[in-house]
């Protein structure tokens, strides 16, 4: 069911709310005597507002359902591990590994890996975190050979150096283009915006430009930055004529993009953040899935690096997170459902949605992959104070866009656009 059906079902169900992300509209709903309700209020009330007194665990965990403790105690997380490991059994040790990587305690985490290895071998996610333990304790050269084996980066070579993470280390060498195969591949047009990315920008370039996929063209479009991104970006096009280089005033990200969809000349759109890298396969992958699949758009995942070179999980577990940004669509799709709502940010799963709404649930593709590396930074959207997830202004911000487009396709769906 789709996030306006449920909110259409149950739109004085605090449960159901917070699952679909309307935090405020939860905290709304008429206080309850039941538990489940109640600290689904009070998670909502963590979400929107950030810590709070800490609440008795004592006085839930018999009496909530494994979900919503779970959740709440991720949530809590966030701003306190310690106190969230209150909320975990005995036997949820992955998601303990999780908090005491959460709380930079490496030794702590490597005790609970001991004692589960079989089951960390077994779990993408759980060797996600024990990537994440070898970086926290230094031990580069490990973490690169788990986090290699967890990603589909079949063609590049592992880097076996013990030094911080990068994400130039995840990019394939260049190969020469094979022309044979790329006149008969439809073109793909894949849209990167920038704004102040002088020092990653080339990095995000050079990840396309060396992808195994022969037909590709880079709109890159420089947002207004202040710095030297434009000129980046203008050298690299001149070096590679698969590059298209433009500079605009600063109108946000998803005004960028509809730009760079109007300039845009392939089959399919797909897109990438300046400062995050396409894994070599993405591309090829994700053509092949719509292909194989019959839907019109897919997405993969994605994992983070921070700037000094380690696995971090903002959200606490897992650490391997649906990538919106990742979106690969036929161009057909632009004509059904449009282009991406010019908002500051948290458009990319509206857009995600929209497609449902307009072309089936089957329409979109979610794939497990992890196709992209994120950098973590401070500065970025989801870090900057007005539209970071760390700031109770950033939070709101989302949450009151996420309320409105969900309210917005009740509306459509209902046959009033």
């Not at 008795?56 to 591990?81: F, K, M, Q």
């Not at 998601?95 to 490496?106: G, H, I, R, V, W």
């Not at 998803?254 to 890298?277: K, M």
């Amino acid at each position: 069911m789709r996030v306006h059906e449920l909110y259409d079902k149950s739109p004085d169900n605090a449960v159901v709310l917070n699952r679909i992300g309307l935090f405020r509209t939860s905290l709304e709903t008429s206080p309850s005597i039941w538990s489940e309700f109640r600290l689904a209020r009070l998670r909502a009330h963590l979400e929107f507002h950030g810590p709070q007194t800490l609440i008795d665990p004592g006085r839930y965990i018999a009496r909530v359902s494994d979900v919503e403790r779970r959740l709440y105690a991720l949530t809590l997380a966030r701003w306190n591990p310690r106190g969230a490991a209150q909320w975990l059994t005995p036997g949820e040790w992955g998601l303990k590994a999780a908090l005491a990587l959460a709380e930079d305690d490496p030794g702590r985490g490597f005790d609970i890996v001991r004692a589960h290895a079989r089951e960390f071998r077994k779990s993408k996610d759980l060797r996600a975190i024990l990537a994440a333990l070898h970086c926290r304790a230094g031990e580069f050269s490990q973490a690169r050979k788990l986090l290699n084996s967890l990603l589909m980066n079949d063609s590049n070579s592992i880097i076996d150096a013990d030094t911080p993470l990068r994400l130039a280390d995840f990019i394939a060498k260049p190969e020469a283009p094979n022309t044979a195969s790329g006149r008969n591949a439809p073109r793909i047009s894949v849209i990167i915006c920038a704004y102040n990315a002088a020092p990653y920008v080339e990095t995000a370039l050079r990840s396309v430009l060396n992808q195994t996929y022969p037909n590709i063209e880079i709109i890159s479009i420089d947002d207004g930055s202040q710095d030297h991104t434009f000129q980046h970006m203008r050298r690299l096009a001149s070096e590679n004529p698969r590059i298209v280089a433009l500079q605009f005033p600063n109108n946000g990200t998803y005004a960028a993009r509809n730009i760079g969809i109007r300039y845009a000349s392939g089959d399919f759109i797909t897109f990438l953040d300046a400062d995050d890298i396409m894994l070599p396969q993405r591309i090829a992958s994700q053509w092949q899935a719509l292909t194989l699949s019959g839907a019109t758009a897919t997405v993969s995942r994605l994992i983070r690096i921070s700037e000094d070179g380690i696995l971090v999980a903002p959200r606490i577990f897992p650490l391997s997170r649906h990538n919106p940004c990742s979106l690969m669509m036929q161009r057909s799709v632009l004509r059904d459902v449009g282009v991406f709502d010019e908002t500051r940010f948290g458009a990319d799963e509206e857009y995600e949605h929209r497609i449902a709404l307009r072309l089936g649930g089957n329409a979109l593709l979610r794939t497990p992959d992890v196709q992209t590396l994120a950098l973590h930074r401070t500065g970025s959207l989801t870090q900057a104070p007005q539209s970071g997830l760390a700031s109770a202004e950033g939070r709101q911000a989302r949450i009151a866009y996420r309320e409105s487009w969900v309210r917005r396709h009740l509306r459509e769906a209902a046959g009033d656009r």
